[in-house]
């Protein structure tokens, strides 16, 4: 679901559809061993920042109602995304992981 209050269905994403839109909208992301998940590492400048930024990736995923897998150790964070709906990746791995992105972005230039 993309949406908690819309309901959006998500729209499985072709592998070569993902291999295209992990080149053009997610370069560092990369594409798991069994090819239905997406992963990215991240490390931040300290603990602090660390779980400011999983919080707005946990707000956002909430609201959307869909769920990463999340790792954390001090300030590296892994984060792999996957919509078990479509057994894969879909559309909304690709946006979730854009935000994901651009909120490590920010936490990641707050020192």
Not at 46 to 57: D, G, I, K, S
Request: charged share 20%; aromatic share 10%; glycine share 4%.
């Amino acid at each position: 679901m993309y949406n908690k209050l819309s309901k959006i269905a998500p729209i499985a994403i072709s592998h070569q559809e993902l291999l295209k839109q992990l080149a053009l909208t997610l370069p560092d992301w990369q594409l798991s061993s069994t090819g239905k998940s997406i992963i990215k590492n991240y490390t931040l400048p300290n603990y602090e920042n660390t779980w400011a930024f999983l919080q707005q990736v946990a707000m956002r995923s909430h609201l959307w109602g869909h769920h990463p897998s999340i790792t954390t150790v001090y300030n590296k964070v892994k984060i792999e995304l996957t919509t078990h709906d479509v057994n894969g990746v879909s559309d909304i791995d690709i946006k979730l992981g854009t935000k994901i992105d651009k909120y490590a972005s920010y936490f990641i230039n707050q020192k």
